[in-house]
Each structure stands twice: as C-alpha cells, then as structure tokens.
C-alpha cells in the first residue's frame, strides 16, 4: 500500500514535444506529491510538487496534473529539449512517518 | 535549501569489511534520510536519521548491517557493515525539514562496490 506506480519505465520524445509520465498510487495518508529529476552521478533534484487538493499545478514548462478520485497524477513537460534527458521520478510523501516514497522512474530522451 | 557534502564519493571495498558514509549539511536541518539506490532503479528508503537516539529503520534493513548515527542537526553517517556484492549500490543521504519532509534535497551520493 506504500507504493507508488509509474510509467512508462522510458520514453523518447522529439525536441519540441510533449512528454507525458504517469503515476498512481493506493494509500490515501498520502499528503503531498513531488516529482524529482535526476541527472547521470547526480541526487535527485527537486522538480515540482502538488497537493491533493489542487487539481494541477504549472511551473515554467512542467506541468503536473492530479487526478484525486481516480488516485493518478503525471507530468507533463511540454517543449521538451535535450536538456530534459534524465530519469524522473514522482514520489509521495506519507505526513504521519514524515517519509517520502519513491516511484521506479521514467528515463527520458528528448532527440533533436 | 540546503547543499549536501557525501564522502566517500565512490569507493571499491572487499567483501566482509565495512564502509562509513559521512553526510555533512551546510546548514540545521530537521529531518535526515540514507536511500539506497542499485544502478538503474529506484530509491529505497533505508532509515530516518534521528539526532541523539537510534535511527527509524525501514522494512527490509536493520541496525546490525546499517548502523546510522546522527550527533548533531548537520552530519550523519551510514556504515555498511560486513560488505557482500549485493550491497553494491549508490548510498544517498537526503535532508529535509519538519512540515516540507516532500521537499528533500540530495547530495550526490556514495557508489560503493563491493568484490
């Protein structure tokens, strides 16, 4: 029940296009939902979070979208480049053990 | 924000020894977590740092084989005790404050293998 699903497990996506990760998850103590970007000998970075009660959240071009009822949120990166080539992975935070689980992650390509 | 210092940042050890990790923060931070992270997947949460008392560890990991200290609100340390090759992974120290525990911020890990 802690655990979040992710997909797809890649995704190569063309300069200029939309790239579109998709996560679900089961537990409702869930609270908070980042998402984190990763970078080949680097931690993750924070990317960009939502809340549950907030139906989608946009910041420069990401875009996370959430889906309450149906316990699904994605991300959406629109204009992708080269430099979004990296593993993304979304994540949800548990308030009450103040912990953050992990989805499997998404490596994405973005071609020219 | 916070920025991160792992040390060692890889190292190659021999089956049977131990590795001690060290985190140092540049600054107090509430909460500190040790991921573990096997090439091309996930991370797994190992443990919750506590200051001055014993870590929170996560299913599937004990103190005998991760013993974790944390004697101030900017360093801990993870000790991976007694090496077999299936502990060859990337070890991440993450930190984090109380109220924005989903916010971390990462330092740029320890890539251990073991022979």
């Known amino acids: 029940q802690q655990q979040v699903k992710q997909s797809p497990q890649s995704l190569i996506v063309q300069k200029g296009g939309i790239s579109i990760i998709n996560c679900a998850y089961e537990?409702?103590?869930?609270?908070?939902f980042p998402w984190y970007q990763q970078f080949p000998g680097k931690g993750p970075a924070l990317l960009i979070a939502i809340r549950p009660d907030v139906s989608e959240k946009k910041e420069g071009r990401f875009t996370i979208s959430f889906n309450k009822s149906a316990k699904q949120f994605s991300l959406h990166i629109m204009d992708s480049q080269p430099g979004d080539s990296a593993t993304y992975f979304c994540a949800a935070r548990i308030t009450s053990y103040d912990k953050v689980i992990f989805g499997p992650g998404t490596s994405l390509s973005v071609i020219p | 924000s916070a920025v991160i210092s792992q040390k060692p940042s890889r190292d190659i050890c021999q089956r049977g020894t131990s590795l001690t990790i060290q985190c140092q923060v540049d600054?107090?931070?509430?909460?500190m977590f040790w991921y573990r992270q096997q090439p091309g997947q996930s991370l797994t949460l190992i443990a919750t740092?506590?200051?001055?008392?014993?870590?929170?560890?996560e299913s599937g990991f004990v103190i005998d084989k991760f013993p974790i200290s944390r004697p101030n609100l900017t360093f801990s340390t993870l000790t991976v005790s007694n090496m077999s090759p299936e502990d060859s992974s990337i070890y991440l120290c993450?930190?984090?404050?109380?109220?924005?525990?989903?916010?971390?911020?990462f330092g740029e890990g320890s890539r251990l293998t073991v022979l």
């Open positions: 537990n409702t103590a869930f609270d908070y």
């Open positions: 993450s930190v984090g404050y109380r109220g924005r525990t989903g916010e971390l911020f």
């Open positions: 600054s107090q931070v509430t909460m």
């Open positions: 740092a506590n200051q001055g008392s014993e870590a929170t560890y």
